[in-house]
């Protein structure tokens, strides 16, 4: 059964905004691998029209390589988007979604392959409600935001992580690797 793995950047005020972050060479290097290990990636419309921005860099390289070797691994990735109101999509690489997340991800899962990947705050959110997450990439940058889109909104139980692993970058931010328990608890209010 394949696997699904959410990873998300984060401040340490817990809001997933990518311009409070700065990410360096070495953390688009880390994305860059991470990509390169999955076979596909699913993004919400809001997300996939922000992550449409590399496409430009395959156009037309930025001279930095990280960013460059980003830009083309992430423009070769399938794309599934999940969108109520897109119908198509531009990027050659990505597709809208057939079906509902739950439906979607069910059938992944079932296929042979490698990874799924998950890169959108509103999907990791519906995910852990769903219990389909295997593993979640916390990536928390050294900055306090102080507002922004909190990445762990609307979630009305409790779920139990494990931490499994971590990474330290040179610039501070620290990259945790947790896997969910079964213990989950409803709060019921």
């Not at 909190?150 to 979630?155: G, Q, R, T």
């Given at each position: 059964m394949r696997k699904i793995i959410a990873a998300i950047n984060m401040t340490l005020d817990g809001f997933c905004d990518h311009t409070a972050i700065t990410?360096?060479?070495?953390?688009?290097?880390?994305?860059?691998?991470?990509?390169s290990s999955g076979d596909a990636i699913l993004y919400g419309r809001i997300t996939y029209q922000l992550m449409e921005f590399w496409q430009s860099l395959v156009?037309?390289?930025?001279?930095?390589k990280s960013m460059d070797d980003f830009a083309m691994v992430i423009d070769k990735i399938p794309k599934i988007v999940f969108s109520h109101t897109l119908n198509t999509v531009e990027?050659?690489?990505?597709?809208?979604?057939?079906?509902?997340?739950?439906e979607e991800v069910l059938e992944l899962?079932?296929?042979?392959?490698?990874?799924?990947?998950?890169?959108?705050?509103?999907?990791?959110?519906?995910?852990?409600?769903?219990?389909?997450?295997?593993?979640?990439?916390?990536c928390v940058h050294p900055v306090i935001a102080g507002i922004g889109l909190?990445?762990?909104?609307?979630?009305n139980e409790r779920t139990v992580f494990k931490l499994i692993k971590t990474k330290t970058f040179t610039g501070g931010a620290v990259l945790l690797y947790y896997?969910?328990?079964?213990?989950?608890?409803?709060?019921d209010k």
């Open positions: 990410p360096d060479e070495e953390i688009h290097q880390h994305y860059t691998d991470l990509l156009k037309n390289p930025s001279g930095e990027w050659e690489s990505a597709r809208i979604a057939k079906r509902d997340l739950k899962k079932q296929q042979s392959g490698s990874t799924i990947l998950v890169g959108c705050r509103s999907l990791i959110i519906q995910l852990i409600k769903l219990n389909l997450i295997d593993e979640l990439q916390l909190p990445l762990f909104e609307n979630l896997q969910p328990t079964i213990e989950i608890i409803t709060n």
